[in-house]
């Protein structure tokens, strides 16, 4: 069956081989998409949900696989109107992101050791990023690590695996003129994408506590769990 199973080719933008100016290309091409798809809205959504508007105050936030730091951007700005105060730290495995995002923010990292004492941060985030790791080990190593370093909550989101997902990204990056191996790694991240049963199975692996595991709109898989 089409989009069965997780497909487990490698994307272009993972490559050690991309220069600065295709990683560059690369982030230009994802802000247009993540405006379309609103990828700041769940944790805009959800963290004062699982929280509560007293802790939303003041939080401390670890973006894995940050990128750009586009999301601890926007997320920082949607607080600050609020009166809140969130900072966010943006940890990525890529250099390259150190040319793109705030210095004095962003550290350089894998997701499955991450460099941080345990429950250093008051929330532990994700965007997109978990599609990019291959084996079940390795992304129940990146919950365990998240769950490690999280004070009171983790809040991750990821691609929803199906084929309706599929064919608007296809008509999108078709429609949008976006670059070539753009095209190729946007239809190969749906085919890398989950289902709620994936996570769900793979949180139960990583003993995450009373993990909550949800589609989120037909285009995201969501996961939250709190500590108590």
Same mark, same amino acid.
């Given at each position: +069956?089409?989009?069965?199973? #997780? ?10 081989? #991309?220069?600065?100016?295709? %990683? ?22 959800? *963290? ?6 007293? /802790?939303?105050?003041?939080? %401390? =936030? =670890?973006?894995?696989?940050? !990128? $750009? ?28 992101? *150190? ?9 350089? !990292?894998?997701? =499955?050791? *991450?460099?941080?004492? /345990? ?9 997109? +990023?978990?599609?990019? @790791?291959?084996? $079940? ?27 309706? *997902?599929?064919?608007?990204?296809? @008509?999108?990056?078709?429609? !949008?003129?976006?670059? /070539? ?20 199975? @793979? ?14 709109? !037909?285009?995201?898989? +969501? ?6």
């Amino acid at each position: +069956m089409f989009l069965g199973e #997780r497909a487990t080719q490698a994307e272009y933008f993972d490559s050690p081989e #991309r220069t600065l100016v295709e %990683t560059a290309e690369s982030y230009h091409s994802l802000a247009r998409i993540n405006r379309l798809f609103y990828f700041a809205e769940p944790f805009q959504r959800y *963290l004062p949900r699982m929280l509560g508007q007293k /802790k939303c105050h003041s939080l %401390t =936030l =670890l973006d894995l696989g940050a !990128g $750009d730091g586009s999301l601890g951007n926007v997320l920082e700005k949607w607080a600050g109107k609020r009166g809140w105060s969130w900072r966010v730290t943006n940890l990525d495995l890529s250099p390259h992101a *150190l040319q793109f995002g705030q210095k004095d923010k962003m550290v350089i !990292g894998s997701v =499955l050791s *991450l460099p941080f004492e /345990k429950e250093s941060f008051d929330v532990v985030i994700a965007n997109q +990023m978990t599609h990019h @790791l291959t084996s $079940d080990d390795e992304i129940c190593q990146h919950f365990r690590e998240a769950w490690r370093v999280a004070r009171h909550a983790i809040l991750l989101s990821d691609i929803h695996r199906n084929t309706i *997902l599929y064919g608007l990204i296809w @008509l999108i990056l078709r429609a !949008g003129n976006f670059p /070539k191996h753009f095209r190729e790694d946007g239809l190969l991240s749906v085919k890398r994408g989950f289902r709620a049963g994936d996570w769900r199975r @793979l949180a139960d692996q990583a003993q995450i506590n009373e993990a909550k595991v949800w589609p989120y709109f !037909g285009a995201r898989v +969501m996961l939250s769990a709190k500590k108590v």
